[in-house]
């Protein structure tokens, strides 16, 4: 199973943190796009694949509205070509990049649409003009224009291109959709190499939605076994529970939110898990979106952080992860110390999983 960690976009800091990640063992990193509380995810990236060699890259997630298609198509592939193939494209509805637009997470149909373009255009296949969705009041058709010739569909050259030559560096780039509830999960199986779940590490909920998936699959004629699945978790590495707990309330927050945003959670759900997640939903703070010590950080429960999240030693810790591992997950992507919480305690955490954690899971 790979592990990989997610963080921010900084383009100051993106060389030298994905050096300091790629030394300690893991296996890829994701940054945020959030264009209001990060920097740009692309310019990130390209800084970290020009200092590393084997370290995947990627984002932890984009979203469908604030780039057309074609944009985020050739941003990703840009970092895949400088990389030399190590790039994927992770990508949900969004939260924080709408948030601070005042807008919430985009509508399932546009959501659908976009992945059916995105996966186009990263095939080097065309998208007809057609079904692009920029109003008319905002740029009228190019055919207004009376032009000599014109381009008789959407398509990124240089993209095709490189596909059709096969060169290391050349080839498509996985999109990986991050999923929790059953709708979504399954835009995810019908367009997306991997499905990464928002559920926590929760086994009944993980289990929930790659049961959902594969069927969602299977029912469209499609080869369940033919998609992989992963997950985002928040974990904290320390031998006392309560630090570990503290190092994962604010992050676990913002993914424990997804499974209830819009109303009753989805999936299996314990009966005091329902109770936590409701009331963590009535009293979001979007502006302390992350920080251990939130407002909503202060709803969630020690059991609750306990089942929806990793905590505790380094030996509870892989246990927990090789249970993933067994339940069919290939992909971990590991949030850990946040905003608010004790920085010695995540330093703590971090070498920890540094010099335990990581070698047992390889």
């Not at 993106?14 to 990193?29: K, S, T, Y």
């Not at 367009?191 to 086994?203: C, K, P, Q, S, W």
Request: charged share 20%.
């Amino acid at each position: 199973m790979q592990l990989w960690i997610t963080g921010v976009a900084s383009a100051r800091g993106a060389a030298r943190a994905a050096q300091e990640i790629e030394a300690a063992g893991w296996d890829g990193m994701l940054v945020v796009d959030s264009q209001n509380l990060s920097g740009d995810p692309y310019v990130s990236l390209a800084l970290a694949a020009t200092a590393t060699t084997r370290l995947g890259l990627g984002t932890g997630v984009t979203n469908s509205v604030t780039r057309h298609a074609a944009a985020t198509a050739t941003a990703i592939a840009s970092v895949d070509r400088i990389s030399n193939g190590r790039a994927v494209l992770g990508i949900g509805r969004g939260d924080s990049a709408l948030a601070h637009l005042g807008r919430a997470p985009a509508r399932l149909a546009q959501f659908e649409r976009y992945l059916r373009q995105l996966q186009l255009y990263l095939r080097g296949e065309s998208v007809a003009f057609d079904d692009i969705d920029i109003p008319h009041e905002v740029a009228p058709p190019l055919s207004g224009l009376h032009l000599h010739d014109a381009p008789p569909s959407s398509r990124i050259g240089w993209i095709a291109d490189g596909l059709e030559r096969g060169a290391k560096g050349d080839n498509k780039v996985p999109v990986e959709v991050a999923a929790s509830g059953p709708k979504v999960i399954a835009l995810a199986a019908l367009h997306a190499e991997r499905v990464m779940f928002t559920l926590g590490a929760d086994i009944d909920r993980l289990a929930w939605g790659i049961a959902l998936a594969k069927k969602t699959r299977k029912d469209a004629g499609l080869d369940p076994d033919a998609i992989a699945f992963g997950a985002y978790v928040n974990l904290g590495c320390h031998g006392n529970v309560d630090a570990a707990r503290g190092l994962v309330r604010g992050g676990l927050t913002t993914f424990a939110r997804f499974s209830v945003m819009h109303g009753k959670a989805s999936g299996p759900v314990w009966t005091g898990d329902a109770a936590v997640l409701e009331k963590l939903r009535s009293n979001y703070d979007m502006k302390a979106h992350t920080r251990g010590d939130s407002r909503q950080a202060g709803t969630l429960t020690d059991d609750f952080v306990d089942r929806f999240a990793i905590v505790g030693s380094p030996e509870r810790c892989i246990e927990r992860l090789r249970s993933l591992a067994a339940l069919g997950l290939d992909k971990v992507a590991i949030s850990g110390g946040t905003r608010g919480a004790s920085a010695e305690d995540a330093a703590v955490s971090k070498e920890l999983v540094v010099r335990h954690v990581l070698p047992a899971m390889h």
